[in-house]
């Protein structure tokens, strides 16, 4: 089975502290790694942080919480993660951000099912391409241990390292990729945590739920009932990935 592991660290541009901040009683990161430890077709959650001391905090939660933790390099997130998935693999990686406390465990179990019927010729699949078409905050990644290998050795472009998987994405010509898409394309929406925009948004749907087993669809549902909570962070722009 596939393990998860969860970038994360203090240290966000925009936003530092983020993963530590409050949702609904709760850190940021202990929502998404509950969620996510939801979907059946994973065997583990690790969450990958960094060597820095300020990320002592995200190894002291995790020990706490009794989660897998790993620590590796800050800038350099590619070999944060191929090193990680060494030890607590090698196995079939799914890839999510700690930034994204709305993950849903179904939509990763759909991915990695996706992934699992491909095998053993296919390297990677995600629902975000060949374009996006869930919300931005719903990303899966799923790749074959090799593929992540195969990427850590031969990406040279530091800042394609940052984003662990760019290389997959930019040299389809090395890799047997496929992407899975919604029958609606909600891609206009923003559920991920940049901005304190983003934290109140995220809290909005948490406080009207009053728990955390909510599916993706139910907040669909719910925004269609409360649209305007949609404005409370439109105007957050997604930062590019690096030419």
Known sequence: M???????????????????????????????????????????VVVATTTNSRDDLIEALC??????????????????????????????IVRITSDCPLTDPEVVDRVVQSFLEGQP??????????????????????????????????????NWREHVTLYIYRHPELFTTRGIANDTDYSSMRWTVDTREDVEFVRRIYEYFGHDRFSWLEVIGALRKHADWLAINRKVKQKPDPP
């Open 121 to 158: 010729n296919l390297d990677f699949v995600s629902n975000n391409m060949p374009t996006r078409t869930f919300p931005l905050g719903l990303d899966v990644e799923v790749m074959q241990f090799s593929a992540l290998e195969k990427a850590w050795r031969a990406d040279k472009n530091p």
């Open 63 to 92: 020990k706490e919480k009794s989660w897998s933790c790993f620590r590796g390099s800050e800038d350099d997130v590619l070999d944060r993660y191929y090193q990680a998935a060494s030890v607590y693999g090698p196995d079939d």
């Open 2 to 44: 596939a393990i998860v592991i969860v970038q994360a660290r203090m240290g966000s541009t925009r936003l530092p502290g983020k993963v530590l901040m409050d949702v609904a009683g709760r850190t940021m990161l202990e929502r998404v790694v509950t969620r996510t430890g939801r979907a059946k077709l994973i065997r583990d």
